[in-house]
Structure formats: structure tokens, C-alpha cells
């Protein structure tokens, strides 16, 4: 398996969420609404997930083994931190708008 795209959707600089993202693997298969959450400790890559009945959020698409998991946080929040760069090198210098 091969993350062949990374698009970061949207970049927010409030709260918890920092961006949403969709990869594509194998340039066959698209996920979208995967997000970049600031937790605690650290940035985390949160998966798609919908509230069943009973309230409780579960995600519809997620990787099955550890080495899966690393991989897609890995690539998902170097793209995050790419385009964060490039968004501050864009910005006129004294400016502070926020990403």
C-alpha cells in the first residue's frame, strides 16, 4: 500500500482540530474527512468516525495494523506540516493572521 496524494482540505487554528485531510492510496481509493487534532501530548490523525445509535463514535474507515496506523499519521501530518510552511512563508512579514 502506497499514500499516493495527501490534499490538506482545511487549516483552523482554533480549537482542538487543526485540518482536515483526504488522501488517496494507490491513486485507486480516496478517504476523506480524516482529521489532524492537537491532543494533549501531541498532534494526532483522527479517522473518519460517525455516532451510532447508542451515541458512541465509531470510525467507518481505519487501518488495521499497527505499521498502517504509523504510516498514515506519519505521511498525513508531514503534508500538515509542509503546508503550514509554505502558508508562513506566504504571509507579509508583521502579519498575524492566523493559518
Known sequence: ???TDVKIRKIMSDGRLRAVVSVTID???AVHDIKVVQGDERLFVA???RKDENGVFRDIVHP???SA???FEETILDAYERQ???LETEQPEGS???V
Open 1 to 3: 500500500m502506497e499514500i
Open 27 to 29: 491513486e485507486l481509493f
Open 47 to 49: 479517522m473518519p468516525s
Open 64 to 66: 488495521i495494523s499497527a
Open 69 to 71: 496506523r504509523k504510516l
Open 84 to 86: 503550514l510552511a509554505v
Open 96 to 98: 498575524e493572521e492566523a
